[in-house]
């Protein structure tokens, strides 16, 4: 078989890619697409729209993260996350860590997940 050669009209889908490292796994894919990367990202607006659409947020992803342990300090996200699913407290990641065991030690949300 012969080696593809690039359209003159610029890229297509039968030819490699032209542009190097823009491409996506299909976990990164999930991973924007769903409740972590909006919790992570500290999109409140987003997160309630996917609580809405029933995602749920006690689910981890491909990394064994919830939407809790993915939302960095976001004191609004945090609570709306645990008033939807409040047993996400008590959900251990791959390593056997709360979400509050990742949050750093100086963080107003470590008695929210503690209690």
Request: glycine fraction near 6%; proline fraction near 7%.
């Amino acid at each position: 078989m012969a080696t593809p050669r690039p359209c003159a009209d610029g890229p297509c889908c039968s030819h490699p890619s032209a542009v190097l490292g823009v491409q996506q796994t299909l976990e990164e894919m999930d991973f924007e697409r769903g409740i972590w990367s909006a919790a992570l990202n500290g999109d409140l607006g987003r997160v309630k729209h996917l609580i809405q659409k029933a995602e749920d947020p006690s689910q981890p992803d491909s990394a064994g993260y919830t939407a809790l342990a993915a939302e960095r300090g976001h004191g609004d996200i945090c609570s709306l996350l645990l008033q939807h699913s409040p047993a996400l407290k008590a959900i251990r990641d791959r390593k056997a860590r709360l979400a509050c065991d990742l949050l750093p030690c100086n963080s107003d949300l470590r008695d929210l997940l503690s209690s």
